[in-house]
């Protein structure tokens, strides 16, 4: 077969984790609406919680030129991988799934007769390696991220703030003072608002040293696609392009599938890329609650809280006389016991709902949903952006810190409740989330959600960078 006729084919290489494997389905998909042909490759404990939980394998049948390829990230199959975790995972891949990687490239295992070898790589560029591997085996790179711009800057920016004498700080601190040397963000930018691992008062905590060599890392690749859109980060994207001047700014992901999916096809399924199950019965809970009026709960899929802090936001809520819905992973709360309160447990029965993992975009596209107390993930950011859900952020660690103060201070979609964990002060924000200042946050949220459709729309600007992208990978 002359392979020069076949379509390019571009390995997705995902962050092994929920938000980013999320997102690069999305692409993927997108991509292959364009006919292309997709490897995209999964760690093996990802790819065992996909089949298990998500419906990829039945959604991508109807795309011939997809196929999922599976890889170690070096850990033993029990390792948490969530919370303190997490670094072992970056330091694993880095070295041993560096070597695996390059193996799978170089074994002529992805060269099938019906397919080019691989012509593009799309790798998420924390994983900076896979740009040594891929520069060694003469494959171009597109890098990926999928949190927000603002905290890329913010990653862009570390040794700056190192020059200028502004980290390292300790904790003991005060957290509200100004940062200075982020362009761009000297009007608003307190230290309490950068990345959690700042706050360690010491040059060589592991994640700082993880995230100091991005603003050389990314600008290596080809090209950089971020999750966001234009209107909501135009400033900070500026500030970007001075050292990645090739940006493509296509998102929100989910959405622009989504549009395009009810462009293409007649009956779009609708997608679950979810590592843990799905419990739907929060929609028929949903569907008897009357509009607008559940805050829905959820820290995402990494973040982890001590029976005390679990208690503060149980009480916070119950007393808040807000329904509401709250997703709580089995592995979330530390040395969590069975005895509820008796108050606890009758105010859920009334006006509240809890499950282990929900449907989420489903969920904020619910009319009975208000408002979203979240841990400011990029994902879930995004998701609640496009759905017009007003937020209250309770930020955990990493980009999340960031982003809450973009969504209380420069978007001001919501309030930002970093660095808190007390009934009264939950219970207060919630009622002025979706009590005392309802429409002012649904007002802005909204008009959020229209900018954001008409950049996914014919001649908006996610809408054309992925053009641009496909046509710049077709030309490779
Ligand atoms: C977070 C950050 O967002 C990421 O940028 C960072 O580097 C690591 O920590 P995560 O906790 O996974 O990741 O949050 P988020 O990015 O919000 O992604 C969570 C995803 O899980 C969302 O797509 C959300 O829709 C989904 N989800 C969450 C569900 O489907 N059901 C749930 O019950 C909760």
């Keep these: 077969m002359d392979q020069s006729t076949l379509p390019p084919h571009v390995l997705i290489f995902p962050l092994p984790l929920q938000g980013p494997v999320n997102s690069m389905f999305k692409l993927a998909e997108l991509l292959c609406l364009s006919g292309f042909h997709i490897t995209f490759l999964v760690t093996d404990h990802i790819h065992t919680r996909l089949l298990k939980y998500s419906n990829i394998q039945s959604r991508f049948e109807r795309y011939p030129g997809f196929q999922l390829e599976t890889i170690s990230d070096g850990l033993p199959e029990d390792h948490p991988r969530s919370g303190n975790g997490l670094m072992e995972m970056f330091d694993s891949l880095k070295t041993k799934n560096k070597i695996l990687f390059k193996d799978l490239l170089t074994s002529g295992k992805l060269n099938l007769d019906s397919r080019r070898p691989v012509t593009c790589i799309i790798a998420d560029g924390i994983m900076g390696y896979t740009c040594d ?7 171009p790179i597109i890098f990926v991220r999928t949190i927000s711009a603002c905290c890329l800057w913010v990653f862009f920016c570390l040794p700056k703030l190192i020059e200028s004498g502004e980290l390292p700080f300790s904790v003991d601190n005060d957290l509200d003072t100004p940062i200075k040397s982020i362009p761009g963000m000297e009007s608003f930018f307190r230290r309490r608002d950068l990345p959690s691992f700042c706050r360690s008062g010491n040059l060589w905590d ?7 060599p991005e603003s050389t890392e990314n600008p290596r690749a080809y090209g950089l696609i971020i999750n ?18 090739n940006l493509y ?24 890329n979810s590592l843990w199950k799905e419990d739907t019965s929060c929609i028929t809970w949903l569907d008897s ?11 995402g899929s990494l973040a982890v809280m001590t029976k005390e802090q679990y208690m503060e936001f149980w009480y916070g809520l119950v007393n808040s006389g807000s329904r ?20 606890l447990s009758e105010g859920t029965k009334e006006r509240g709902y809890i499950v282990e993992w929900a449907p989420q975009e489903e969920v904020l596209a619910h009319n009975a949903v208000g408002g979203f107390l979240t841990h400011s993930g990029w994902n879930s950011t995004l998701e609640s952006v496009i759905e017009g859900v007003p937020m209250i952020c309770w930020p955990y660690f990493l980009d999340q810190q960031v982003n809450s103060r973009f969504v209380g201070e420069v978007w001001k979609l919501g309030l930002d409740m970093k660095d808190t964990c007390d009934r009264l002060i939950i219970e207060k924000t919630v009622r002025e989330l979706m009590d005392g200042r309802k429409d002012e946050f649904m007002n802005r949220a909204d008009q959020m959600k229209k900018l ?8 908006g600007s996610s809408y054309c960078n992925l053009e641009r992208l496909i046509k710049d990978i077709k030309d490779m």
């Excluded at 592991?206 to 100091?212: E, G, I, M, V």
């Excluded at 819905?325 to 108050?343: A, F, H, Y």
Aim: hydrophobic residues 35%; charged residues 15%.
């Design 206 to 212: 592991p994640s700082l040293q993880l995230y100091l």
């Design 324 to 343: 509401f819905l709250w997703v709580i992973r089995p592995d979330s709360v530390t040395n969590n016991s069975s005895e509820i309160p008796l108050e």
């Design 133 to 139: 591997v891929a520069n060694d085996v003469g494959i």
């Design 249 to 272: 700014t296509i998102g929100p992901l989910h959405s622009h599938l989504k549009y395009k999916l009810s462009v293409d096809s007649s009956s779009p399924l609708t997608s679950s």
């Design 289 to 299: 609650q009357p509009s607008k009026s559940v805050i829905y709960v959820s820290f």
């Design 452 to 459: 954001a459709k008409q950049c996914l729309s014919e001649g």
């Design 228 to 245: 966001t859109f234009d209107d909501l980060e135009g400033p900070i994207l500026a500030q970007i392009r001075t050292l990645c001047p």
